[in-house]
Nanobody
Framework: VQLQAFGGGLVQTGGSLRLSCVASGLTFNNYAIDWFRRVPEKDREWVSS????????YYADSVKGRFTISSDNAKNPQCLQPNSLKPDDTALYYCVRDRSYLAPTPQKYDYWGQGTLVTVSS
């Protein structure tokens, strides 16, 4: 039972990637899905999420207008499409299953995927 993210890599400024989050032994259906990223020596940053019904998407201001999260929660894998990448987007990206029906505490995230590294060169 796990999540695993794929699709990271080295890309030039302005480039695009497609990050995939594959679920094994669990489902995304009826769960919200979040993406986070982490840079060494910095706090983990929430990037984007889709509601459990797939009818609402949310983005951090730092990626709004450049990243797109998939909105069909029945599908596996789930995806995050980072476009117009900047060096500041360099990070380890994680997908997370989100029990959004719970109170907004860290315990609502029940499965964290292994990250995929995105490196954006200037």
């Amino acid at each position: 039972v796990q999540l695993q993210a794929f699709g990271g890599g080295l890309v030039q400024t302005g480039g695009s990637l497609r990050l995939s989050c594959v679920a094994s032994g669990l489902t995304f259906n009826n769960y919200a899905i979040d993406w986070f990223r982490r840079v060494p020596e910095k706090d983990r940053e929430w990037v984007s999420s889709v509601s459990d019904g797939g009818d609402a998407t949310y983005y951090a201001d730092s990626v709004k207008g450049r990243f797109t999260i998939s909105s069909d929660n029945a599908k596996n894998p789930q995806c995050l499409q980072p476009n117009s990448l900047k060096p500041d987007d360099t990070a380890l990206y994680y997908c997370v299953r989100d029990r959004s029906y719970l109170a907004p505490t860290p315990q609502k995230y029940d499965y964290w995927g292994q990250g995929t590294l995105v490196t954006v060169s200037s």
